[in-house]
Every structure is written in structure tokens, then in C-alpha cells.
């Protein structure tokens, strides 16, 4: 299907519009002038620390900074106002989570706790029905926020989005391969609670890859780049984990070279050596998007060499459209008129961007960076670095001189070129550091004219592209995600899909739930303008009790429902119906003695409890 621009309400990956008289700087951010930069390397070591706090803040039921976020839920930012991004999205809280996941397997253990929680949490989240739909047929994965108590976001929105099962396939494989390495050797755990989430989500990829679906901003309808490479490297590493734990994944097998086609072929454009970040869409615009980048960063895999057909960091491909990119934001903001063709400069999401005003944002001026120094790690293993005439005017900007050829690693054109695009990545970085607070939070973005923070306060997925850039600036990166087991593409694209099968994942927990949500059903005839309330023995009943609702009321099933606040775990509550007359005064109270409900206790959060009015 083709779809329409659709510019909907603001979120942490946002779509809405706001005039450009409407970004000014709230009341509750600081202004911030240009910091005066010391050492790039004391600032990174500064603010790594502040930005894996600003991470940890942000997670259900620790966070300092989302109280009432359930365990395990990411949330996108504290802000609740202007904009509101107190949600959990299912792309943000994946990135994230591989994030944390990275570190973890190189040696922070005290991690594992917050993994363990956020598989907890997805598990659940994969079976709460939406506006996507739900698992039956595999369309509520496509939602892309949920409510912070685990129910459903049920306003308006770009929905589906495909990006973010292929992501949490990602974050889940890379901690399942922990589990099972060597000395842990944990296959029950990935078996019997891992993998039916990863099931889910590559029968998802599999079967909907070729359907179109909002971008990662959340703003148009069509193919996404950054989707299609992410599903890509979703369905191989799908492959290789049901090999190693016995499964089988025929999705992954029959649709990854068709994905990878599909990835290969139709979103470069060859004449003006750009991504075209969304295509199969009505929206408009020049094509140069951060969507791509973003795209190329995370299917990284340092075992690839520099490969155009999964765009890695250092291919040709990538590297012409880096420069495309960046280029299209020079003229644009008012805080990189000083800046030269060789100097890096301050990057937003597209420069159409009308959101906030458009400005820059910290997570895409890190992933300009964070690209570069992929590209250096990949030219160290391979030993050598290749300029082809498609890569030759990004290598120009930097070095003059620079001309086709292969360098071999230890010449002199080798070291100048590679010292060269080291200096513009850490431009990058001293971007990020001329506009960060004192403080070191790190909003979503900041201004255009004078680099003053904007919109959402403590953006995760700020704080988390800080720590990924950085690693990668030290040389620390992730395991391979084995590209090589599809690196070429089919002679011919095919539009084809593979029906996935879905089934609720177990339900396991980290720690107790302290409340769980009940819902009271009960079955009484009643006249227009009776209404049904339920009266318990717990404080949260209040005095009147929880009114019911009639919409399920049926001719020959006269059901009442209504969902009381959470009641604590482990409690025992007595209770009863009643109504009200249509006169909305009298009352006729329910017979026989009280209803008794224990209030599990466990990984349990909500109850439907079924009653018949007692006479």
C-alpha cells in the first residue's frame, strides 16, 4: 500500500508540526551559551558516567526520574508536557537495551538485572492488543508506544511502524549468544523464555517487511531504509540463534535474501549518490536523512569489510552518503556558519524538519560521528583503506590530495587520510560537548541559532547514542551479526511475505508485582438509566466504590465490567455490587454474603474476576 505524509501528535521520535513562533525555550530548561571546551576526552569522560545514569534514570521501576513506570519499561523522557514523552516505545527501548546489553558482555554485570527486567516487560507488552491489533495475527507488534503501566496507547498516531521487532530481535539475540557462551551456558532460559519473544518478532519481519509503515520519526508512510536494514540483519541473526538452540526460523531463511534485495537496490540513488531514506510514499522531500545513517550504524558489523550492499559504515555507498547529509545541514542552522567543508557541523533529522523549528539533535550528531569511527575500526582489521570514485568526495573534503586507490594500513596516505576522518568524527563530538550543559543532560535537541537545549529533557536515546559513539571512538564494539551469511542478493527482487504463526510468550518476572490491576465483571438485568457500581474493603474502592460500564451489555448477556485501581498484591477484599435507581437515588445493594477476592500475588498484574448478581 502507499501511503500518506501524516503528521500526528509529538513523541521521543516525533511526527507533530510546531510553528516556528512555538520553539522558544520552556521555563524549564536553563539557557545555555556556548560551554567553553576543554579536552574532548575529559568531557567524554565525564559525561559517559552522566549519560549511563541518564539511561538507568529513565527505567521502570528503579529509574529516579519515571516513578510509576512498570519494571522494565523504558521510558522515552521524564518530560510529561511539552512535549509529553512519557511512554515506552518498542524501537527507543531496544536500542537502549542493546546498548546496556554491549556493555554488559564486556564486563558491567551489574546490568544484568535491568536485561532481565526488560524481557519481563516485552513479554507482556507483545500480548496487549492495540490500534495495530494484537498477536493473533502478529499486527500488535507493529505499535509502536505503549502506556507505562503496560496498557495500550490508544490515541492517535503513526501506526504500525516495523522497525521495532526487528530491534528488540537484535537486543534479545545478542543477550541470548551471552547466555549460551562459554561458562554460562544458560539454554533453558534462552529457549523457554527468550526465544518464543524472538519467535514473534521475526514471524513479524518476515511476514510484513514488504508492507509499508511509518518511519523511525514517526512522520511518513512508505519503505523505510533505516527499517528494511534493520529487518535484514534481524532475520540473519534470527537464522544463526534457531541454528545454535535447535529451532527452526523459515522466515528468516526465505525472506533475508529478498529483504537484503530489496535493501541493495532500491534505496540508492546513483545519480546523486544519496540514500533516499523513504521511498513507495506521497511525501515530498529531498531525500538526505539522518534516517539513513542511523541505518548504517546499527547493522555495523565489525567482521564485514566496507560492503555496499549492507551499507556498512566504511562502503562507499555509506561514506558518499554521510557527505550528502551533512552537507544538506551546513547552510541550514545558524550555529554552523562558522564551520568550513572540512569541519563537522551540528546535524538534524532532514532539513524540511519544521518540528521544534527543526533543529539539531544530539542523537544524529553523535551518529555522524559514531559512523566515522566505525569506518576506522573496519580499515584497521581489513588492513588497508579503499577510496573509489563513489567515496572520493568525502575523502577530498578532508584531504586535498586524496585520489582513487587502494592504501594499504602503516603508508603514509593510509595514515593522513585515517588520522583525517578521525579529526571530523570527533568534531562531531565537539559539537555535542560546545551544547551541552554544565550539567551534562542531554535533551532531544538544540537550537538551530544559538545551541540552547530543546524539547524533551533526558532523552534515553540521547544518552544512550552518547555511550555507543563513544565505545566506538575507543575502539570497543559489538559482536559480529555474521552479514556474511547474506552479502549478495538475489539477481531479482521479489515481493514476497511468509505467514508467521504467534502465540502469547510465558510470563516471567524479576521481582513480584506489589499491585495488580483487577477487573470486575458481573451480570444483572437492568432498565435505561440503572447504573452498576462495585464496593470493596480496600481504601482504592474509595467511598461510592468503581462504577461499571455497559458497552459489552448484550440482549441475553447482561454484562457489566469496570477496572478498579491497582489493589495490593497478596490482600484479601471483600466486596459487593449495587445500583442505582434511574432516579440516580436509590439503591438496591446486591444479596447474599460478600464476594472474597485474594489478590495474587507473583508475576500476575491484572485479573478479570466473573460474578452473577446475587439475588
Known amino acids: 500500500m502507499l501511503g500518506l505524509s501524516f503528521l500526528v501528535g509529538s513523541s521521543a521520535i516525533c511526527s507533530c508540526w510546531i510553528p516556528l513562533a512555538s520553539a522558544v525555550l520552556p521555563a524549564w530548561l536553563p539557557h545555555v551559551a556556548e560551554r567553553a571546551t576543554g579536552s574532548l576526552d575529559t568531557f567524554i569522560s565525564s559525561e559517559r558516567s552522566r549519560a549511563l545514569q541518564g539511561v538507568l534514570d529513565n527505567i521502570g521501576a528503579g529509574g529516579s526520574k519515571v516513578a510509576g513506570a512498570e519494571p522494565g519499561l523504558v521510558v522515552a523522557s521524564p518530560s510529561k508536557e511539552d512535549p509529553n514523552y512519557f511512554y515506552t516505545w518498542t524501537r527507543d527501548s531496544a536500542l537502549t537495551l542493546k546498548v546496556l546489553i554491549d556493555m554488559l558482555i564486556d564486563g558491567d554485570t551489574s546490568l544484568q538485572p535491568v536485561v532481565e527486567e526488560y524481557i519481563s516487560a516485552q513479554a507482556i507488552l507483545q500480548a496487549v492488543a492495540s490500534p495495530s491489533g494484537d498477536l493473533t495475527d502478529g499486527t500488535g507488534l507493529g505499535e509502536p508506544k505503549f502506556e507505562v503501566n503496560f496498557t495500550a496507547f490508544t490515541g492517535p498516531w503513526g501506526r504500525p511502524q516495523r522497525d521495532g521487532p526487528a530491534l528488540r530481535v537484535t537486543a534479545l539475540i545478542n543477550y541470548s549468544q551471552w547466555l549460551l557462551s562459554k561458562g554460562r551456558n544458560d539454554s533453558s532460559k534462552v529457549d523457554s523464555t527468550i526465544w518464543p519473544i524472538i519467535s514473534n518478532d521475526l514471524n513479524y519481519v518476515g511476514q510484513y517487511w514488504n508492507s509499508t509503515g511509518f518511519d523511525l520519526w514517526e512522520e511518513v508512510d512508505g519503505s523505510s531504509f533505516f527499517a528494511t536494514a534493520v529487518q535484514h540483519r534481524a532475520l540473519i541473526e534470527g537464522q544463526r540463534l534457531a541454528k545454535r538452540i535447535g529451532k ?15 535493501l541493495s537496490q532500491s534505496y540508492w540513488d546513483s545519480n546523486d549518490k544519496i540514500v533516499v531514506s523513504n521511498i513507495n510514499t506521497q511525501t515530498v522531500r529531498n531525500g538526505r536523512d539522518a534516517d539513513s545513517i542511523l541505518g548504517s550504524i546499527h547493522t555495523f558489523d565489525p567482521a564485514a569489510g566496507c560492503d555496499d550492499t549492507t551499507f556498512q559504515p566504511c562502503s562507499p555507498r555509506a561514506l558518499a552518503n554521510h557527505k550528502a547529509v551533512v552537507d544538506s545541514f551546513r547552510p541550514v542552522y545558524g550555529i554552523n556558519a562558522k564551520y568550513t567543508q572540512a569541519q563537522a557541523v551540528a546535524i538534524g533529522r532532514y532539513t524540511e524538519d519544521v518540528y521544534f523549528g527543526g533543529n ?15 569506518a576506522l575500526y573496519q580499515y584497521d582489521k581489513l588492513g588497508n583503506l579503499e577510496i573509489t570514485p563513489t567515496s572520493l568526495p568525502f575523502f577530498q573534503d578532508l584531504v586535498p590530495t586524496a585520489a582513487t586507490g587502494r592504501y594499504a594500513k602503516g603508508s603514509q596516505t593510509y595514515n593522513t587520510t585515517t588520522q583525517a576522518v578521525r579529526a571530523y568524527a570527533d568534531g562531531f563530538l565537539d559539537i555535542v560537548q560546545r551544547y551541552t550543559p554544565t550539567d551534562g ?13 530543546l524539547s524533551a529533557v533526558d532523552l534515553t ?56 490491576t483487577v477487573t470486575f465483571d458481573v451480570r444483572e438485568m437492568t432498565v435505561y438509566g440503572e447504573s452498576v457500581f462495585v464496593n470493596g474493603s480496600a481504601p482504592e474502592f474509595g467511598g461510592k466504590g468503581v462504577e461499571l460500564h455497559a458497552y459489552r451489555y448484550r440482549a441475553g448477556d447482561p454484562l457489566w465490567s469496570g477496572t478498579a485501581p491497582p489493589l495490593p498484591a497478596g490482600s484479601r477484599i471483600e466486596y459487593k455490587y449495587y445500583k442505582t435507581g434511574v432516579d440516580g437515588v436509590t439503591v438496591i445493594r446486591e444479596g447474599g454474603e460478600n464476594h472474597v477476592l485474594v489478590v495474587p500475588e507473583g508475576c500476575t498484574r491484572d485479573i478479570v474476576v466473573s460474578d452473577v448478581w446475587q439475588a
Do not use: M
Open 248 to 262: 527452526t526460523c523459515t522466515a528468516c531463511e526465505s525472506q533475508a535474501p529478498q529483504v537484503l534485495c530489496f
Open 360 to 374: 539539531p539533535w544530539y542523537l544524529t550528531t553523535l551518529a555522524a560521528a559514531e559512523q566515522l569511527y566505525d
Open 441 to 453: 543532560s542531554l535533551t532531544e535537541q538544540f537550537s538551530r541559532d544559538d545551541g540552547h537545549p
Open 461 to 516: 536515546w540521547s544518552y544512550a547514542s552518547f555511550l555507543t559513539a563513544t565505545n566506538r571512538r575507543a575502539g570497543i564494539v559489538p559482536t559480529s551479526w555474521s552479514s556474511s551469511l547474506s552479502s549478495t542478493p538475489p539477481a531479482t527482487c521479489a515481493a514476497t511475505s511468509a505467514p508467521g504463526t504467534y502465540a502469547p510468550p510465558p510470563l516471567t518476572c524479576s521481582r513480584n508485582v506489589t499491585a495488580v
